[in-house]
């Protein structure tokens, strides 16, 4: 009878009472790609220890299945982002050979993994100390071995064992007898909710990150988003439809589900994407001509958002704002942040107006917005209004 070794080194199935669970509806996840390094030469080099210890022992020796080798390849990958039998979308190992027709005749499967060690020598003589039994198993006929290499990592180097009992009359195409060193290869992992609470210290905690978009010329585009571990290791790039993404200014941009932003109008405004387990990460999405960028015409200082800075000093605060190419400016003050906001000053200029505000004069909390103009054929042109900002007494 074929045994069940309950442990992070090695774990075991019989291949019948697995199928339901493969097929079986999965819960959303998330996909992250990335690319390791494989060592396939080092892999071989194990192989050639264990068989030469099975023979030593009187067992025949294990065959390298091509696709199983592939099934190595993948579950050495994803013991990167969760070093585990389970794999990152909480399935069990076993599920890992199931789209392989050619092993889908599997009678027994086992598992055994290994991180850290760069030298087949040192992954066999752990395995041959912790799973000697599963080793020297006359029931398996056949094998998957992986190595793979992802700089920077906690452990760096990662390594998985497919034992597997096949039929004597298996059709199953080999391996090839001997494999390239350091060669990348693209890999996809899926990664469910759960996980991040059950990895081990070498990730812990997991964050979205995504870069900023500036929509200057073009109509459309989409962001690039990372997951990245608490060591800061970028675990790899999500793929945006297992994210969902919202606009905080639905008049400047749109965001489709996609994750397509849209432009609609010059301006800026926050883009935040969400993944379950995961707190939100947030970008800017520029469009257009803003405060920060070019010089604003009568045309365009409609779109343009200027920026109202405050700086505090012990006995007074001093407001700023620049918008290149305005007439002026009109700031206005309320005394709440979504209270009405009146005119407290005016300035018609074209370099950075500062405004002080003595301390002794603050009576109470106030916050201040601004809004440029632009003079064209006797009228002013407004720009929108700024971001409020709060001066205290």
């Not at 001509?289 to 000093?313: F, M, R, W």
Request: hydrophobic share 35%; proline share 2%.
């Amino acid at each position: 009878m074929l045994r069940r070794v309950v442990s992070l080194l090695c774990a075991l199935v019989l291949c019948m009472s697995i199928l339901p669970q493969a097929q079986a509806a999965a819960a959303k996840t998330l996909t992250v790609s990335f690319q390791v390094t494989t060592y396939q030469n080092r892999a071989r080099t194990l192989l050639k220890q264990i068989n030469t210890l099975r023979k030593a022992n009187g067992v025949g020796e294990l065959t390298m299945l091509a696709d199983l080798e592939k099934v190595a390849i993948q579950r050495a990958a994803e013991l990167f982002v969760f070093f585990d039998h389970d794999r990152p979308d909480l399935k069990g190992f076993d599920t890992a050979y199931t789209e392989y027709k050619s092993l889908k005749d599997c009678q027994a499967v086992s598992e055994c993994i290994a991180a850290g060690y760069p030298k087949a020598e040192e992954v066999f003589d752990d395995w041959q100390d912790s799973a000697e039994d599963s080793l020297l198993d006359g029931d398996f006929t056949h094998a998957g071995l992986a190595c793979v290499f992802m700089e920077d990592s906690a452990n760096e180097y990662y390594w998985a064992l497919y034992l597997m009992q096949m039929p004597e009359d298996t059709s199953a195409k080999k391996a090839e007898s001997t494999a390239k060193a350091g060669t990348a290869k693209n890999m996809k992992v899926e990664i469910a909710k759960g996980m991040y609470e059950r990895a081990d210290n070498s990730h812990k905690r997991f964050e979205l990150r995504v870069s900023d978009l500036n929509l200057k010329t073009k109509t459309s585009a989409q962001p690039t988003v990372y997951l990245y571990d608490r060591n800061d290791v970028k675990i790899g790039k999500c793929e945006l439809e297992d994210l969902t993404f919202k606009s905080s200014n639905t008049a400047v941009f749109t965001v489709n589900a996609d994750g397509t932003v849209k432009k609609k109008k010059n301006g800026t405004g926050t883009l935040t994407v969400r993944s379950s387990g995961l707190e939100d990460a947030t970008c800017t999405v520029t469009i257009g001509t803003t405060a920060a960028s070019g010089t604003v015409t009568a045309d365009t200082i409609g779109d343009a958002k200027p920026e109202l800075k405050a700086e505090e000093y012990s006995k007074h605060t001093n407001l700023s704002v620049y918008l290149k190419g305005a007439s002026g400016y009109v700031l206005y003050r309320a005394t709440s942040k979504t209270g009405t906001y009146t005119k407290v000053e005016e300035k018609a200029t074209t370099q950075k107006w500062t405004l002080k505000l003595e301390h002794e004069d603050i009576t109470r909390t106030y916050y201040y917005k601004v809004r440029a103009y632009k003079n064209a054929n006797g009228k002013r042109v407004y720009s929108e209004y700024s971001e409020p900002v709060k001066v205290a007494p």
